[in-house]
């Protein structure tokens, strides 16, 4: 059975208000075995796509980063739900991105299945986008 991993949320101040944002490094398993992990900042204020940066491939400990890929996706509010679109990713020194249009010619659906799962699963995600940020933030 595939499940998340919660661990608690970093606290990390905004680089342009100063307002607390939550960082969150979630660990998606099957068993013992690590399939991707996700990351994801909830900010402390409006104005900022809810953006997933999503790793999977080899998380032996003598892995390289060549080993891992990483693909970004974004979450909006669409009225009646939500809807996942996929972006770019950048290098990291943890994996090597993909683009957008690797992503969705060779992940999509993968993509896409980790997004439902956090979407149904994550409460922390789904309490900042059904609350959005914090009242009083600008």
């Known amino acids: 059975m595939i499940e998340i991993e919660f661990d608690e949320p970093e606290v990390a101040l905004c680089e342009c208000c100063g307002h607390q944002n939550r960082r969150l490094f979630r660990t998606i398993r099957e068993g013992e075995e690590i399939k991707a992990v996700y990351l994801t900042t909830l900010p402390s204020h409006s104005g900022f796509p ?14 390289t980063k060549d080993e891992k890929l990483a693909a970004r996706f974004q979450v909006v ?18 994996a090597v991105g993909l683009s957008k249009d690797d992503a969705k010619e060779k992940y999509d659906k993968y ?3 980790i997004s439902d799962l956090i979407l149904q699963e994550d409460k922390l ?11 009083g933030h600008a």
């Open 50 to 63: 809810l953006i997933f940066t999503v790793v999977w491939g080899n998380f032996a400990d003598d892995a």
């Open 77 to 94: 509010d669409v009225g009646h739900g939500y809807a996942t679109g996929i972006v770019d990713a950048d290098d990291s020194e943890i």
């Open 111 to 113: 993509l896409y299945s």
């Open 125 to 135: 995600v789904l309490e900042y986008l059904e609350s959005g940020p914090p009242a």
